[in-house]
Protein backbone atom coordinates (compact mmCIF):
# COMPACT_ATOMS: atom_id res chain seq x y z
CA UNK A 1 0.00 0.00 0.00
CA UNK A 2 0.63 3.50 -0.53
CA UNK A 3 2.33 5.23 2.49
CA UNK A 4 0.41 8.57 1.91
CA UNK A 5 -2.81 6.98 1.17
CA UNK A 6 -2.25 4.23 4.61
CA UNK A 7 -0.23 5.67 7.13
CA UNK A 8 -0.29 9.92 6.61
CA UNK A 9 -2.34 11.77 8.76
CA UNK A 10 -4.72 13.30 6.54
CA UNK A 11 -7.36 13.71 8.97
CA UNK A 12 -4.64 15.93 10.49
CA UNK A 13 -4.09 17.56 7.04
CA UNK A 14 -7.93 18.24 6.58
CA UNK A 15 -8.49 19.55 9.93
CA UNK A 16 -5.67 22.19 9.11
CA UNK A 17 -6.68 22.89 5.28
CA UNK A 18 -10.42 23.69 7.01
CA UNK A 19 -8.83 26.12 9.81
CA UNK A 20 -6.29 27.76 7.60
CA UNK A 21 -8.56 28.12 4.80
CA UNK A 22 -11.79 29.79 6.99
CA UNK A 23 -8.73 32.33 7.98
CA UNK A 24 -7.77 32.70 4.57
CA UNK A 25 -11.32 32.84 3.86
CA UNK A 26 -11.66 35.41 6.49
CA UNK A 27 -9.18 37.53 5.78
CA UNK A 28 -9.82 38.25 2.09
CA UNK A 29 -13.23 38.86 2.76
CA UNK A 30 -12.01 41.90 5.09
CA UNK A 31 -9.77 42.73 2.95
CA UNK A 32 -12.57 43.56 0.52
CA UNK A 33 -14.59 45.53 2.97
CA UNK A 34 -11.98 48.11 3.76
CA UNK A 35 -12.17 51.42 3.01
CA UNK A 36 -8.87 51.87 0.85
CA UNK A 37 -7.15 48.28 0.10
CA UNK A 38 -3.58 48.50 -0.15
CA UNK A 39 -2.19 45.15 -1.06
CA UNK A 40 -3.85 42.30 -3.17
CA UNK A 41 -4.13 39.61 -0.81
CA UNK A 42 -3.45 36.92 -3.71
CA UNK A 43 -1.15 34.96 -1.04
CA UNK A 44 -4.29 34.20 1.30
CA UNK A 45 -5.97 33.58 -1.84
CA UNK A 46 -3.22 30.77 -3.01
CA UNK A 47 -3.59 29.35 0.53
CA UNK A 48 -7.31 28.81 0.41
CA UNK A 49 -7.10 27.23 -3.16
CA UNK A 50 -4.55 24.93 -1.76
CA UNK A 51 -6.27 23.74 1.16
CA UNK A 52 -9.60 23.32 -0.83
CA UNK A 53 -7.39 21.11 -3.10
CA UNK A 54 -6.02 19.18 -0.28
CA UNK A 55 -9.51 19.02 1.12
CA UNK A 56 -10.48 17.30 -2.23
CA UNK A 57 -7.92 14.83 -2.53
CA UNK A 58 -8.06 13.67 0.83
CA UNK A 59 -12.07 13.28 0.21
CA UNK A 60 -11.35 11.39 -3.31
CA UNK A 61 -8.37 9.78 -3.59
CA UNK A 62 -7.48 8.06 -0.29
CA UNK A 63 -9.59 4.89 0.18
CA UNK A 64 -11.86 5.25 3.13
CA UNK A 65 -11.21 8.56 4.03
CA UNK A 66 -14.64 9.99 4.67
CA UNK A 67 -15.34 6.53 7.21
CA UNK A 68 -11.29 7.42 8.86
CA UNK A 69 -12.60 10.75 9.30
CA UNK A 70 -15.58 10.33 10.77
CA UNK A 71 -13.92 7.48 13.35
CA UNK A 72 -10.89 9.95 14.00
CA UNK A 73 -13.60 12.77 14.80
CA UNK A 74 -15.64 10.89 16.93
CA UNK A 75 -13.25 8.10 19.09
CA UNK A 76 -9.84 7.98 20.65
CA UNK A 77 -9.26 4.10 20.23
CA UNK A 78 -8.70 1.37 17.44
CA UNK A 79 -8.30 -2.18 17.72
CA UNK A 80 -7.79 -4.91 15.35
CA UNK A 81 -10.73 -7.59 14.72
CA UNK A 82 -11.96 -10.10 12.28
CA UNK A 83 -14.50 -7.96 11.31
CA UNK A 84 -13.31 -4.34 10.62
CA UNK A 85 -14.73 -1.15 10.19
CA UNK A 86 -12.09 -0.51 7.85
CA UNK A 87 -9.72 -2.74 6.07
CA UNK A 88 -6.22 -1.81 7.66
CA UNK A 89 -7.82 -3.40 11.17
CA UNK A 90 -8.07 -6.99 10.14
CA UNK A 91 -6.10 -9.00 12.60
CA UNK A 92 -2.56 -10.10 11.26
CA UNK A 93 -2.27 -13.88 11.39
CA UNK A 94 1.71 -14.54 10.63
CA UNK A 95 2.61 -18.37 9.89
CA UNK A 96 5.19 -18.19 12.26
CA UNK A 97 5.15 -19.73 15.63
CA UNK A 98 4.06 -17.53 18.70
CA UNK A 99 7.66 -16.72 20.45
CA UNK A 100 8.80 -15.90 16.87
CA UNK A 101 6.27 -13.31 15.99
CA UNK A 102 6.44 -12.03 19.86
CA UNK A 103 10.49 -11.30 19.09
CA UNK A 104 9.95 -9.78 15.90
CA UNK A 105 6.89 -7.63 17.79
CA UNK A 106 9.69 -6.38 20.42
CA UNK A 107 12.23 -5.71 17.51
CA UNK A 108 9.70 -3.55 15.89
CA UNK A 109 8.64 -1.40 18.48
CA UNK A 110 12.41 -0.92 19.96
CA UNK A 111 13.06 0.04 16.10
CA UNK A 112 10.04 2.85 16.14
CA UNK A 113 10.79 6.34 17.24
CA UNK A 114 8.92 7.12 20.63
CA UNK A 115 7.45 4.15 21.56
CA UNK A 116 8.12 2.68 24.27
CA UNK A 117 7.43 -0.74 25.97
CA UNK A 118 6.26 0.15 29.64
CA UNK A 119 4.82 -3.47 29.88
CA UNK A 120 6.25 -6.91 29.18
CA UNK A 121 4.75 -10.47 29.85
CA UNK A 122 7.09 -13.29 28.63
CA UNK A 123 5.06 -15.82 29.80
CA UNK A 124 1.85 -14.85 28.09
CA UNK A 125 3.27 -13.12 25.13
CA UNK A 126 2.06 -9.81 25.50
CA UNK A 127 3.12 -6.27 25.50
CA UNK A 128 1.99 -2.72 26.69
CA UNK A 129 3.56 0.32 24.58
CA UNK A 130 3.58 3.52 25.21
CA UNK A 131 3.49 6.15 22.07
CA UNK A 132 4.03 10.28 22.49
CA UNK A 133 2.06 11.68 20.10
CA UNK A 134 2.92 15.31 19.11
CA UNK A 135 6.36 15.75 20.28
CA UNK A 136 5.71 14.22 23.68
CA UNK A 137 2.83 16.42 24.61
CA UNK A 138 0.30 13.35 24.07
CA UNK A 139 0.70 9.54 25.00
CA UNK A 140 -1.25 6.69 23.38
CA UNK A 141 -1.26 3.21 25.19
CA UNK A 142 -1.04 0.21 22.53
CA UNK A 143 -1.24 -3.42 24.01
CA UNK A 144 -0.46 -6.23 21.70
CA UNK A 145 -1.33 -9.69 22.16
CA UNK A 146 0.61 -12.49 20.99
CA UNK A 147 -2.17 -15.71 20.29
CA UNK A 148 -1.25 -19.27 19.33
CA UNK A 149 -4.10 -20.58 16.85
CA UNK A 150 -2.37 -24.11 16.25
CA UNK A 151 0.11 -23.48 13.27
CA UNK A 152 -0.48 -19.51 13.08
CA UNK A 153 0.19 -16.28 15.44
CA UNK A 154 -2.82 -13.79 15.98
CA UNK A 155 -1.56 -10.54 16.94
CA UNK A 156 -4.47 -8.44 18.89
CA UNK A 157 -3.88 -4.83 18.89
CA UNK A 158 -5.76 -2.47 20.55
CA UNK A 159 -4.76 1.39 21.01
CA UNK A 160 -6.30 4.59 23.11
CA UNK A 161 -5.53 7.80 23.16
CA UNK A 162 -4.57 8.35 27.14
CA UNK A 163 -6.04 12.19 26.89
CA UNK A 164 -8.99 13.25 24.23
CA UNK A 165 -12.38 11.85 22.67
CA UNK A 166 -10.92 12.14 19.45
CA UNK A 167 -7.68 11.13 18.19
CA UNK A 168 -8.14 12.06 14.69
CA UNK A 169 -6.79 8.59 12.88
CA UNK A 170 -3.54 8.71 15.84
CA UNK A 171 -4.52 4.99 17.01
CA UNK A 172 -5.28 3.56 13.74
CA UNK A 173 -1.90 4.90 12.26
CA UNK A 174 -0.05 3.46 15.17
CA UNK A 175 -1.57 -0.10 14.64
CA UNK A 176 -1.15 0.24 11.06
CA UNK A 177 2.44 1.32 11.34
CA UNK A 178 2.64 -1.78 13.59
CA UNK A 179 1.89 -4.22 11.37
CA UNK A 180 3.13 -2.57 8.55
CA UNK A 181 6.66 -3.28 10.35
CA UNK A 182 6.31 -6.83 11.36
CA UNK A 183 5.28 -7.75 7.40
CA UNK A 184 8.27 -5.92 6.81
CA UNK A 185 10.08 -8.37 9.23
CA UNK A 186 7.60 -11.63 8.93
CA UNK A 187 6.32 -10.99 5.68
CA UNK A 188 2.87 -11.32 4.82
CA UNK A 189 0.33 -12.32 7.21
CA UNK A 190 -2.06 -14.73 6.13
CA UNK A 191 -5.31 -12.96 6.39
Not at 26 to 53: D, E, Y
Not at 90 to 98: E, I, L, N, V
Amino acid sequence: MNYYQDVFPWEVVVVSSVILASMALFSTVRWIFRPQPKVFPGKRIVLFVICLGLIFYAFRFVPNFRDKFELGLSTNRAATSDNPILPELMTPRFTQDQNTVYQAGIRTIQAQRGWTITNRSDSQKALKVDIDVMLGIFTDELTIAFIDEGGQTRVDIQSASKVGGADLGANRRHIRQLVRALEEDLGTPSQ
